[in-house]
């Protein structure tokens, strides 16, 4: 029977230009061309202001992690929550637990004093407030 030599540590990416990963080192790689060309285009002072922060963007993307994700993968996520529109809808769901499409809120009281229940005075006025208010749970 042949036997064959499982790889280990799978997880961790070969270390192929001295300390760095071949990612790390494109990450750097293209932030030097960045700031290369930013040096070259730009005056001085606007060059330090537009330099330092992608320098710092190109070295976190080749170093940092944040509870074990690549800063990649966060900046991604970041950007993506930034950008796209956020609409939360809410939906009834009734006691049977499927949804019973979109709550329905009760009339409101006649102008008369009565109230939906068909009983007079303000208590029943005051219990249509509160069951408005509770979300109508029955």
Known sequence: M???QVP??????????????LKQFFYLL????VVILG?????????VLIAVPIAALFTAMAFVKVHGLPFTTVFANMLNYYLQPRLYLWRHTGKEGGRSGEARLPSAPPPDGK???GGEGKLDELAWIINIQRGLKR
């Open 2 to 4: 042949q036997q064959f």
């Open 8 to 21: 280990q540590f799978i997880e961790i990416e070969d270390r192929i230009i001295g300390p760095l990963t």
């Open 30 to 33: 293209a932030g030097a061309g």
């Open 39 to 47: 040096w070259v285009l730009l005056h001085f002072a606007l060059f």
């Open 115 to 117: 109230s939906a229940a």
